[in-house]
């Protein structure tokens, strides 16, 4: 069985202050993909990004940065100087061999 | 290039009604889900088909729900009779391949069972 655990809940921050959102996987698979999905208050799930298991390099799209860290099981994200639009929720996947996994989310609060 | 297109946007029926949505995918896209997302939750699969069968239906409560995927394009999720814990948002996505591939989701339908 494969697991994604989301340990905050909820974060609060304030525009321009930087901010990570933490997951954390289990996954008996060899290859497996992750996820991060943005659900903004509209509520249809927007893609952010897939990395693969054989894949560490940690990957920066503009003010976005991941962190993937096969021995600890993690693949946190990271977002730079924060603005208001970032507010939502963020949820992390995982997909082995079977189907994708949804962890139950990150609601990120950004306040001008 | 056109997203994932659901109907309706909102439903509101009373516990053993019937309801019905529908989902047209990604034109090309082999690939297509169903997930339940109850407030406060991530989303959880109900059913995935490929082209027009069934993959993984192990999540989908088969006393109540069906959903089928005629001629491998569009597809309709239906609930009889629905239940209050049915209430929640019902999304739907499709990928290209099912493995690997991200998916790319509908704007969802809220339901609430009353």
């Known amino acids: 069985a494969q697991k994604v655990t989301q340990a905050q809940t909820e974060i609060s921050v304030v525009e321009k202050e930087d901010v990570t959102l933490d997951c954390v996987y289990e996954?008996?698979?060899?290859?497996?993909?992750l996820f991060w999905y943005k659900q903004p208050p509209s509520g249809e799930l927007v893609f952010l990004i897939r990395r693969n298991s054989f894949d560490e390099q940690n990957e920066i799209s503009g003010r976005y940065s991941w962190n993937f860290q096969k021995s600890t099981s993690s693949f946190n994200f990271t977002i730079t100087a924060s603005q208001v639009v970032d507010s939502a929720v963020y949820f992390c996947a995982l997909s082995g061999y079977s189907t994708l996994t949804f962890g139950k989310g990150t609601m990120l609060l950004v306040s001008p | 290039e056109a997203g994932v297109a659901q109907s309706p946007r909102y439903k509101i029926i009373e516990k053993r009604q019937s309801v019905a949505f529908w989902c047209n995918p990604i034109s090309g896209h082999a690939t297509l889900y169903w997930y339940q997302q109850i407030l406060g939750q991530g989303p959880k699969l109900l059913i995935q088909?490929?082209?027009?069968?069934?993959?993984?239906d192990s999540q989908l409560p088969k006393d109540r729900f069906s959903a089928e995927r005629l001629k491998g394009v569009d597809s309709t999720l239906k609930i009889q009779p629905a239940k209050l814990e049915d209430s929640a948002v019902y999304l739907c996505?499709?990928?290209?391949?099912?493995?690997?591939?991200?998916?790319?989701f509908g704007p969802g339908t809220r339901l609430t069972v009353l």
């Open positions: 088909f490929q082209n027009n069968g069934v993959v993984d």
């Open positions: 996505a499709s990928s290209l391949v099912s493995r690997g591939n991200e998916q790319f």
């Open positions: 996954t008996r698979d060899t290859t497996y993909y």
